[in-house]
Nanobody
Framework: QVQLAESGGGLVQAGGSLRLSCAAS????????MAWFRQAPGKERELVAS????????YYADSVKGRFTVSRDNTKNTVYLQMNSLKPEDTAVYYC??????????????????WGQGTQVVVSS
């Protein structure tokens, strides 16, 4: 089973940047769609961004489009989330997830079976 570990969270001022990393175990990382979710206080967990198994297709929630960039390096079994122009409403715990199906791409929030422990992002005004 896949093990995921997020890192890179922290405290930044509004307008600043952070780069989150998610390291995945296993030798089949390149076969799976990966995604970033977040859960803010008082809100349900939401899909922030996803990236296909090849890295050729990406999806972003409207709230982060133009500010966040998701990428992956299959040689390092790692997916990244570059977050620029951060806003206080971006404050949340960010989670990395892997889809259950190999060679399957979707923008839906369902279908992700393995999760990391989460990394906290706090954006001050």
């Amino acid at each position: 089973q896949v093990q995921l570990a997020e890192s890179g969270g922290g405290l930044v001022q509004a307008g600043g940047s952070l780069r989150l990393s998610c390291a995945a175990s296993g030798r089949t990382f390149s076969s799976y769609t990966m995604a970033w979710f977040r859960q803010a206080p008082g809100k349900e967990r939401e899909l922030v961004a996803s990236i296909s198994y090849t890295g050729g297709t990406t999806y972003y929630a409207d709230s982060v489009k133009g500010r966040f960039t998701v990428s992956r390096d299959n040689t390092k079994n790692t997916v990244y989330l570059q977050m620029n122009s951060l806003k206080p409403e971006d404050t949340a715990v960010y989670y990395c997830a892997v889809h259950r199906r190999s060679y399957f791409y979707t923008t839906a929030q369902s279908g992700f079976g393995s999760w990391g422990q989460g990394t906290q992002v706090v954006v001050s005004s």
